[in-house]
Every structure is written in structure tokens, then in C-alpha cells.
């Protein structure tokens, strides 16, 4: 017995051991620039979906579909979100930062995601880490939220109100404009 808890001793301080010398010796690549490791990728989003699932109340939706709604989620959506969702004003609604974050950014007015309302609205209020998905708990009420996830979802079937108003209120996303000359 004291043999096997040895061994299991000496497992994990060999385990730890080469994890930190791993890191210590700068061998893991942090640039987001490069490709995407499948098993990488497959494991997170295993970890996020059952870490969502876990840990989000299944509520609801309180918002309704209104043009009002839509209207504000468009909005608070263009405003907020599209820089690296990908707006209406991109061709095909991807956005230039799409690529540009590891692990990549899902473009979620062009694949519309499956998953239930409450989970979009947990991933938004509180954000993912280890990911540029940043967490808006602090700076969107709870309705807004609702309302920007209410307007993701049905942004492929807007009334010609919204979408009119949405491709009106609709900027390029990703590249800032350039800064105006200073006046001699
Ligand atoms: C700075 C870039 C950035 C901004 C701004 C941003 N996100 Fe994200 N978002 C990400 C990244 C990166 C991911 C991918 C995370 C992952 O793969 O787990 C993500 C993932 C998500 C997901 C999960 C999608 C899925 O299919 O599981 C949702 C929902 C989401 N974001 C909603 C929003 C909303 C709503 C806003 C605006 C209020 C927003 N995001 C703003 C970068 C951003």
C-alpha cells in the first residue's frame, strides 16, 4: 500500500513538474495568430457547454420579440457586440477581428447559435475566459441582454422596420476610422 501512494506521489510531482517546466521554459506559444488546435478546440467547447449547462439558471426568456426589442438589441448589438460578431454592414455579417482572436470569434448573426436563449444570455453577462469574450455584467442591465440575445436570435427573420433600421445604424466593424488631421 505505501509502495502504491508513493507511486502516485511521485506521478503527479512528475505530472506537475513537467507542466511547469513546460510553461517556465516558454514552450507553449501564446500568439493568438495560429492555427487552431482541433483537440484544443473540441475540448473547451466540451468544457463550456457543460460548465453553462451546470451553472446557468434555465430561465426564460422575459423578452418578447417586439420591433421595439429587436429595435434596441440591433442596436446595443451594433454598438457592442458587432466589432467582433460581425455586423450588417460586413459582407456576409463576418467581421475582419473574426480570425483574429484564439480561439476564433463564432460570427453569430451569420450562424445564428442553436443553443437555448439562457445560455446565450449567461456566455454574454458573464463572459468566457481564456477567450476575448469579455463578461457585460457590469455594464448591460439583465433586460438589455436579454434583448440583444432576443435580437441575435432572430435576426435572420426581422420585420422590413428593423431590418431597415439596422442597416441604416450598421458600421464596419473592425477598423477604426482614421484619425482627422490636426488643423495647422
Ligand atoms: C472583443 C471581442 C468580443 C466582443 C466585443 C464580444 N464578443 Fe462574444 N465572443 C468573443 C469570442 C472570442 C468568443 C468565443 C468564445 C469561445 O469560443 O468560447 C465569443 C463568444 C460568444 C458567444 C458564444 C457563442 C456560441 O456559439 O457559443 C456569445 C453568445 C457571444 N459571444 C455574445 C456576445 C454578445 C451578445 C456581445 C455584445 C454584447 C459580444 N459577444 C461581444 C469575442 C467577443
Not at 150 to 175: A, C, I, N, R
Amino acid at each position: 500500500m505505501r509502495g502504491f501512494i508513493l507511486g502516485v506521489l511521485i506521478t503527479l510531482v512528475v505530472l506537475f513538474g513537467g507542466v511547469f517546466l513546460y510553461l517556465k521554459l516558454g514552450m507553449l506559444d501564446i500568439r493568438a495568430a495560429q492555427p487552431i488546435s482541433g483537440i484544443e478546440h473540441e475540448m473547451a467547447e466540451m468544457a463550456m457547454d457543460s460548465s453553462v449547462d451546470k451553472q446557468a439558471p434555465h430561465t426564460e426568456n422575459p423578452i418578447k420579440p417586439t420591433d421595439d426589442n429587436l429595435m434596441t438589441g440591433a442596436m446595443l448589438y451594433e454598438k457592442n457586440c458587432s466589432l467582433c460578431h460581425g455586423s450588417v454592414a460586413d459582407p456576409n455579417h463576418t467581421s475582419p477581428m473574426a480570425q483574429a482572436f484564439y480561439p476564433h470569434v463564432p460570427q453569430i448573426v451569420k450562424r445564428i447559435p442553436g443553443d437555448e436563449d439562457w445560455h446565450l444570455f449567461f456566455v454574454t453577462k458573464y463572459g468566457v475566459r481564456d477567450t476575448g469574450m469579455p463578461a457585460w455584467e457590469k455594464t448591460m442591465k439583465d433586460d438589455d441582454i436579454w434583448r440583444v440575445v432576443t435580437f441575435v436570435k432572430h435576426s435572420d427573420k426581422l420585420s422590413p422596420t428593423v431590418q431597415e433600421m439596422w442597416q441604416t445604424y450598421g458600421t464596419p466593424s473592425g477598423v477604426a476610422p482614421a484619425p482627422a488631421k490636426p488643423a495647422k
